[in-house]
């Protein structure tokens, strides 16, 4: 977005200086390699895939260099990777997650975290985390996926409130030196954590003023209601941590209970007059619900999280209440999966694909969406994963291809990619089901792209070139969506015939702010029109990205600023398609 500051000189200056930035970047980038792996290790990033209902984390085919420094085994999962942030870090990508504003509209909600990462031998790794969740059937995050950069191995926290650092330092140090006095047949003591209820509609009302009056208020009755071995320090926000010599379940709920009760009994006074607060409380048993202050704090989030559930609005951290809860879920959402499919409640949300240079539509990418009984409508983070787990996928993979076809058939001008899953392609019967449909609806082949995603490339390589060939000779193209993980080269690319390069979102989101994200996403444009082949940049949410990416040659952009998933219901009146779906 251009900028004018009334000055010939300043503007003159403003253009030597982009000029000379635009130069700094096209260097970098032709010293890169044709493989966007090295590339990755060069900026010392990593992408990254959380599947947070079953606490699967998966990375990038570089994080074995790039992450060398941290143990293999807690980067396996959600709960692993927590245990390395550092008790003194101003946030995590668990906390960036649960407080991201909004919420997942059908196309995820962003999120961007700084942290710390304790590694092998006592060192410190400052981490830069960016990246979107979408929502399960719940309305929670479900599934995260990002890039992560080691942006410094120092001691020094690059971000933050030095005061409020200090004193999330001093209370993590008092809770590891009690971790470390516990005996076998010791009696325990117990972390909370008490957030204040409701603090955005109270920024809202009274201001923010009176509201940090209120928290300093809360944190003042807390420190002078708990016993004198105890102690309460300020998290963030409207957070405390307190450390209780509670050691029963019993007793900590009478103390949390007393706790709760004197924050609460009087109004506190304010610039803004008298308000009445409230605030829930998550507690742990230690050492039994953790050993170390990273995990204790973690599954205390977790207990404040219930909190917002129950009566009494206080809840202590269960072990293993989050596993049997998510085998029953998935159950359920088998069940759901299956009577969805059979109801006819599969439908699809059509998101625009649109050309760089003018705005104009080139295609849509259908997207899965179920109509939940109750006629809520669930976008795909809430059934992909356990469908891929119980063999499911392929039958929504399939009724979604059949949705695109008909809507082909009946609309001439459309073009329209659907998302083949690995599971899928490799299922007995794919080609020949593929065959079969494309030969019921004449005329729409040509008009299909299947999206394939850049892992399919771990699959031996003479296979998948044999099954796309055999797919493109039925007329359709091939896309690679969120290419640039590292999973492939440029030069399997081209032998495996692919059309269209998708390039992950992770990367582009921050192109706007970044340099690094700038001079990789400028890399993978230029060696595709190299190759002759179309790249389109997903996630596109800010008018300087446009430009950026235009400039770029970038053919194709998709994301929220050009048009968000609008859902297409055959014959409903209440659902209006997108704007247009004449293919540009």
Not at 128 to 135: H, K, P, S, Y
Not at 249 to 257: D, K, T, V, Y
Not at 334 to 342: Q, V
């Amino acid at each position: 977005m251009d900028r004018h500051n009334g000055s010939d000189g300043a503007g003159a200056s403003e253009a030597s200086a982009r000029a000379a930035n635009e130069s700094i970047e096209a260097g970098v980038a032709d010293a890169f390699a044709l493989d966007p792996r090295s590339t990755l290790n060069r900026l010392r990033a990593v992408v990254y895939d959380w599947d947070i209902a079953s606490d699967r984390l998966s990375w990038g085919p570089n994080a074995a260099e790039t992450l060398a420094a941290f143990p293999a085994s807690a980067l396996a999962t959600g709960a692993g990777f927590a245990e390395l942030v550092t008790a003194d870090s101003p946030s995590s990508r668990d906390r960036a997650i649960r407080e991201s504003s909004g919420g997942d509209g059908g196309d995820g909600a962003p999120y961007r975290a700084v942290y710390r990462l304790a590694a092998r031998g006592g060192g410190v790794f400052t981490i830069e985390d960016l990246g979107r969740w979408t929502a399960g059937a719940s309305g929670r995050p479900a599934r995260a996926h990002g890039l992560m950069r080691l942006v410094a191995n120092d001691e020094t926290p690059s971000v933050g409130d030095a005061a409020g650092l200090s004193e999330r330092r001093a209370f993590a140090r008092a809770l590891e030196a009690r971790l470390s006095e516990a005996r076998p047949g010791d009696a325990g003591f117990s972390a909370a954590i008490f957030g204040v209820e409701n603090l955005g509609e109270l920024n809202r009302r009274y201001g923010y003023e009176a509201a940090d009056e209120a928290i300093a208020t809360v944190g003042r009755r807390l420190a002078a209601n708990v016993r004198a071995i105890d102690i309460v320090a300020h998290l963030a926000g409207g957070k405390f941590a307190a450390l209780l010599s509670a050691g029963a379940e019993e007793s900590l709920a009478i103390a949390a209970a007393r706790l709760m009760q004197r924050v609460s009994a009087e109004p506190i006074a304010t610039s803004a007059g008298p308000l009445r607060v409230c605030v829930r409380v998550g507690a742990v048993l230690a050492p039994r619900h953790g050993r170390s202050a990273c995990r204790l704090l973690q599954h205390a989030e977790e207990a404040f999280e219930t909190a917002a559930g129950e009566p009494r609005r206080f809840a202590v951290y269960t072990p293993g209440q989050a596993i049997s809860d998510a085998r029953r879920r998935e159950a359920a959402i088998a069940d759901e999966i299956l009577a969805a499919l059979n109801q006819r409640r599969v439908l699809v949300a059509y998101q625009p694909v649109v050309a760089a240079a003018d705005g104009r539509v080139a295609f849509y990418e259908a997207l899965l969406r179920v109509k939940q009984e109750d006629g809520e409508i669930v976008g795909p983070s809430a059934y992909l994963p356990v469908a891929e787990k119980v063999g499911l996928v392929d039958q929504l993979d399939q009724r979604v291809l059949e949705l695109a076809l008909d809507r082909l058939v009946a609309e001439p001008g459309l073009r329209v990619s659907v998302n083949v899953s690995v599971a899928t392609l490799r299922a007995p019967g794919w080609l020949e089901r593929l065959k079969v449909l494309l030969g019921a609806h004449p005329g729409a082949a040509s008009r299909l792209i299947v999206e394939i995603i850049e892992t399919l490339a771990l699959e031996p390589v003479e296979e998948i070139e044999r099954l796309l060939a055999a797919m493109k000779s039925l007329g359709l193209k091939i896309a690679m969506d969120d290419f640039g993980a590292g999973h492939t080269s440029f030069r399997n690319l081209r032998r495996l015939g692919i059309d269209i390069v998708k390039i992950d979102g992770a990367f582009v989101q921050n192109v706007a702010c970044s340099l690094d994200d700038r001079v990789f996403v400028r890399s993978l444009a230029d060696l595709a029109r190299h190759l002759g082949l179309t790249t389109v940049a997903e996630w596109v949410e800010d008018e300087e990205a446009r430009r950026l990416l235009r400039d770029w040659g970038v053919d194709l952009l998709q994301g929220r600023l050009l048009g968000r998933p609008e859902l297409y219901e055959p014959g409903g009146a209440a659902t209006t398609a997108p704007r247009s779906l004449a293919a540009g």
